[in-house]
């Protein structure tokens, strides 16, 4: 049983504070997670609470009801007690953010009593055997950089990586290649939220510099590396205008649905995360049925982890795939009936970071739990290297 659960406040990667939770059961078990934070939020995602409130709604409501009371190895049981304590849809009671920092802690708790690596005791023994190929944000802007560009992300996709290790290492040399290439062209690059460059370039030289980047680094290494995009479309959208707003230019949908099935054929890309609205099934649908034979189409706003929004999308054919993060939705047991909706009807799923993350790996053991076909999760700094280097040793197995 949970003997204990504590909460605390402690800084993401952006200087914020945010959740953290240790769970210790009787049995001497242990288990510390942190919650991460978005900056490109979905309208529908759970409710991320100010943290000190957070903690204080969880102390009240949800440890009582956890302390003594329910395993830490019983996730079900551990993440029903969180939905009751909160009471609500969308955990607007307790918080997103301190209930995924339980559930998450609980779960690491429940593989500590086992004496097992996180991802066993969350796949079990009948679990694939594949490793998920690392998304690299390489390039990008929207949300997470001012004055960059338009699409948010530009992410490498090691496609032909002979092992994790060495997907790993190849988006780092994109990274890198990309700096060269943007110093190259004289534009200074910053850094955005996650670690891509951040320069000041239009959308179109962007792909250039993925473009040649990628083809390098696949000449160098001799595996192929492809790259796909987080157009992250919700914050483009206007509604006042009806249509994508792109610095001076407006894309109407149609436009829109146009600009991005060309890019898929000119680019030959293997990864298009919400190229259109939050609320538009329709133009997903369309779009899917124009390319998705020949790349993934990803929600992650339209489906923000959530069943219900997930079978409406698959009853519209709306996209072949669902970016999977465990703080749009609250806990790892409704983050597992997404994957299992999602797997069931044929849909890909990309287990991901947020913009301001910590320290934590367990997305890392989740991806492999699940057999995620993709993670994303940065490229480097440290934040984003903890989850990659969790990866590295649990394709070792030295976790
Ligand atoms: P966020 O962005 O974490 O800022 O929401 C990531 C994404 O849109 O995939
Ligand atoms: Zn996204």
Redesign the pocket.
Known sequence: LISNVSLRRVLDSRGNPTVEADVLTESGGFGRAAA???????EYEAIELQPSEAIASARRHAIPRLVGEVHAGNQREVDAALRAADGTDNFSEIGANSAVAISMAAAKAGADVLGAPLYQHLGGTFRGENFPIPLGNIVGG???AKEATNI??FLAAPVGAPSVSEAVFANAAVHARASEILDERGTPAAKG??GAWAPPISDAEAFEVMDEAVSDVADELGFEIRFGL?V?AAELYDEDEDGYVYGDEVKSTDEQIEYVADLVDEYELVYV??PLDENDYEGFAELTDRVGDRTLICG??LFVTNVERLQDGIDADAANSI?I?PNQIGTLSDAFDAIELANRNGYETII?????ETEDTTIAHLAVATDAAFI?TGTVQGERTAKLNELIRIADDAV
């Open positions: 991460p934070s978005g900056a490109s939020t979905g929207g949300e997470h948010q992300e939220d996650e987080d992250a995360e919400d992650d706003d970016l993060k991901s970071h947020r913009s301001g994303k």
